[in-house]
């Protein structure tokens, strides 16, 4: 049975400019061929940059992408891979203060939690509703989304459409 084909996007939101070409390597290496990134200038981090890339390849790819570039300080970074008929789709974050979480994604893009994740939750929260919500975001990650929400939003480049109250 072959290996379903996958596809994701790299989103790379703050990293030193020093460090851009390696991670350019890193990733041309996973992915089994050379790539170049087109590098922007990350606003919210002035000298940091930041750049997005769309990918194919091997279900299981966007695991290789994550482990291939998570080693490196000062880096905050997502990694997606759509799911295929055959395979689950993933989300990795990564930032230096809380390292790299993983989750599951459907369809539409939606993080998955297990059931047994769901289990060990309800079973660690033992009936504390503020427990388990903790655990929740957790399984989330909540934090992460917190953490990376000022990047993904502070190179958008699109025209700011202003709505006012009529009324």
């Not at 460090?19 to 000298?47: I, T, Y």
């Not at 997005?52 to 695991?63: D, H, I, Q, R, V």
């Amino acid at each position: 049975m072959a290996t379903p084909h996958a596809r994701g996007v790299i989103y790379v939101h703050s990293a030193p400019k020093a460090l851009c070409p390696h991670l350019e390597w890193a990733v041309g290496r996973s992915l089994g061929r050379a790539v170049s990134f087109d590098w922007a200038e990350q606003p919210v981090m002035p000298g940091a940059r930041r750049t997005e890339y769309s990918w194919e390849g091997p279900a299981g790819t966007g695991a290789a992408l994550a482990t291939a570039i998570r080693g490196w300080e000062h880096l905050r970074f997502e990694v997606t891979e759509d799911p295929t008929p055959r395979s689950d789709g993933g989300r990795w974050m990564h930032t230096p203060d809380l390292g790299i979480h993983y989750a599951q994604m459907d369809a539409s893009g939606n993080i998955v939690i297990p059931e047994d994740r769901v289990r060990y939750a309800m079973e660690v929260a033992a009936g504390d509703a503020f427990e388990l919500q903790r655990e929740l975001d957790v399984a989330l990650g909540t934090s992460w989304d917190d953490e990376l929400e000022a990047f993904r939003h502070a190179g958008d480049h699109q025209q700011v459409v202003w709505l006012h109250k009529v009324g």
